[in-house]
DNA sequence: AACTTTTTCAACCGCGTAAAA
DNA sequence: CTTTTACGCGGTTGAAAAAGT
């Protein structure tokens, strides 16, 4: 019957998804005054969302250099390696994936990679209750096997050295050799030399 | 064509830390 | 120095869309 006994900061804040006037406002403000000090441009701008909630959508969605939409190939085999290097740190993974946020990179991992590794991952071992979990770059991560795993076992070495230090913004694409697998490919690929 | 299950992804929450008071 | 407030990050949720039956 009642409402906020909130901290009078975000007394009646809105919550769900923006809506076009919402978003209006938000890129309007911006361009006239500048991002950052989300709590107070929230105010100012005139929004009933907390500052936090401003500052996502701007950042996810409305930032003139986000670029959402299908992740290539060499997206995806950076954010495999680079998640094999430091694990969830998805903020610090996506400084090297212009344009792509830290909250897409991290749903594309769990939904496109993180199951697949599952699901292979159950394909080789299937009866095992408690698979070791390889210590893996600092952060607990969920899936069991870890990406460099998966690289190491798919990928030839010449390719992972390859990656490894410049990691091709333009490699030889077409080359006469594969140098490539689609991520599906990948995934099918037989695991079996995992002993 | 209608219903059910699965997948995707925008947005929320809590927590740790930094900055301000 | 201590307390309060703001920020940024990573985990999680749930509605909508897509895929399956």
Redesign the pocket.
Known sequence: MDKKPR?S?DADS?????TMEEDLILINYIANHGE??????AKAAGLK?????C???W???LRPDVR??NITQDEQLLIMELHAKW????????KHLPGRT???I???W???IQ?HTKQAENNYSAPQTNPEVPEQAS????CTVSAADLMETCFPLSFQCNMMGTFPEQLPMESNEQSYWSIEELWSMPLLNVD
Do not use: C
């Open positions: 901290n900061q809105r919550k769900g998804p923006w950052g000090v989300w709590n107070s441009l969302r907390t500052g936090k909630s500052r996502l959508r950042l996810n969605y959402r939409g694990g969830n740190r998805w903020s610090k993974i996506a830290d909250n897409e991290k749903n594309y769990r939904t496109r199951k952060t607990n991560q969920v």
